[in-house]
């Protein structure tokens, strides 16, 4: 399965987002080559600091997209390459939307949707399924359940009911070079990548 984690608008935690399904997957034995295409290369640098510390299990990434990988293939790409977002949506099996609580971030899914159909054709059977990420953890926030709503109406939009909050595990996964389930055990963070990572990936 090849999938492409990505939005038309910066800041809703991709990179974050592949980082730590990729290392979800190597802990529970699955093969996973991560393509990141972002020219920061946060994903490179942070996987150079796991290497560096030595935790297991390491990661494999790549800067380009290869031609074949055997396992899981998570991307993540920048938006300021918009010609490495667009091979990617025209090569994968599915596109993981990270979208955060407000309507500008509705609005970009919006404009994103229109460009996969421009890529793959108003009848492509590629699965989109988008998820609120960075959601408030205040328990009495509209915005995460009004978000989630929007995507609900989107078309050809699965909308996944599990969301990741806004937590400092997440923050410190880059800089740790950890996954928050690793920096956290039994934390919530920790339960919550282990739900959408489920809902995903089985």
């Given amino acids: 399965m090849e ?13 974050t987002v592949v980082f730590n399904l990729a290392v979800w997957l190597a802990v529970n034995a699955r093969d996973v080559t991560v393509a990141d295409l972002d020219p920061q290369r946060t994903i490179v640098d942070t996987v150079e600091i796991r290497d560096e510390i030595g935790y297991e299990p390491g990661l494999k990434v790549v ?11 998570m991307i993540d790409v920048g938006l300021s390459d918009m010609a490495a977002m667009r091979r ?17 971030d509705i609005w ?7 460009i996969v ?13 988008a998820f ?3 959601a408030d953890p205040h328990p009495l926030s509209r915005e995460t359940g009004e978000t989630l709503a929007a995507l609900g109406m989107l078309p ?25 389930f690793e920096l956290e055990p039994g934390g919530k ?14």
């Fill in 156 to 180: 050809g939009v699965t909308a996944l009911p599990q969301k990741l909050v806004q937590r400092m595990a997440f923050r410190r996964s880059f800089s740790e070079g950890l996954a928050a």
């Fill in 189 to 202: 963070a920790a339960a919550e990548l282990d739900a959408l990572a489920t809902a995903l990936f089985g």
């Fill in 3 to 15: 999938t492409l984690v990505a939005n038309f608008k910066g800041g809703t935690g991709k990179s």
């Fill in 132 to 134: 609120v990420n960075r």
């Fill in 88 to 104: 990617a949506i025209n090569r994968v099996d599915r596109v993981v939307l990270p979208v955060s609580p407000s309507q500008a």
């Fill in 63 to 73: 800067t380009r997209l290869p031609k074949s990988v055997a396992g899981e293939l």
């Fill in 108 to 114: 970009a899914t919006q404009r994103f949707l229109e």
């Fill in 117 to 129: 159909a421009e890529e793959r054709g108003a009848g492509h059977a590629l699965e989109i399924h």
